[in-house]
Nanobody, 124 residues
Framework: QVELVESGGGLVQAGGSLRLSCAASGRTFSNAVMGWFRQAPGKEREFVAAVNWSGRIPYYADSVKGRFTISRDNAKNTVYLQMNSLKPEDTAVYYC?????????????????WGQGAQVTVSS
């Protein structure tokens, strides 16, 4: 079992930055693919970013490419999402997810564990 706890959400003006953290506990974190998803009110959950076990292979949704950076620190069992140049359309609840498999995937159903979510609100 893996427990994921997000932190770092909040309210920021458009153009600002936030960094989300996801602390993992439980079974081995360093072998897991880690991802970030988000869900805005009235919309389906969508993929944001993911990274392989080493942190060397990140993958991003087109909507955040060039603005968001995913990284991980396996020694601290933590994955991060640095969000820059935030836009009002980035407003959503952001979820951290972990996958037992080795391949980076954008499919939410492929992830085995989920955090409780962190609210990010970007004002215009």
């Amino acid at each position: 079992q893996v427990e994921l706890v997000e932190s770092g959400g909040g309210l920021v003006q458009a153009g600002g930055s936030l960094r989300l953290s996801c602390a993992a506990s439980g079974r081995t974190f360093s072998n897991a693919v880690m991802g970030w998803f988000r869900q805005a009110p009235g919309k389906e959950r969508e993929f944001v970013a993911a990274v392989n076990w080493s942190g060397r292979i990140p993958y991003y949704a087109d909507s955040v490419k060039g603005r968001f950076t995913i990284s991980r620190d396996n020694a601290k069992n933590t994955v991060y999402l640095q969000m820059n140049s935030l836009k009002p359309e980035d407003t959503a609840v952001y979820y951290c997810a972990a996958r037992n498999g080795y391949g980076v995937t954008v499919v939410a159903g492929s992830y085995d564990y989920w955090g409780q979510g962190a609210q990010v609100t970007v004002s215009s």
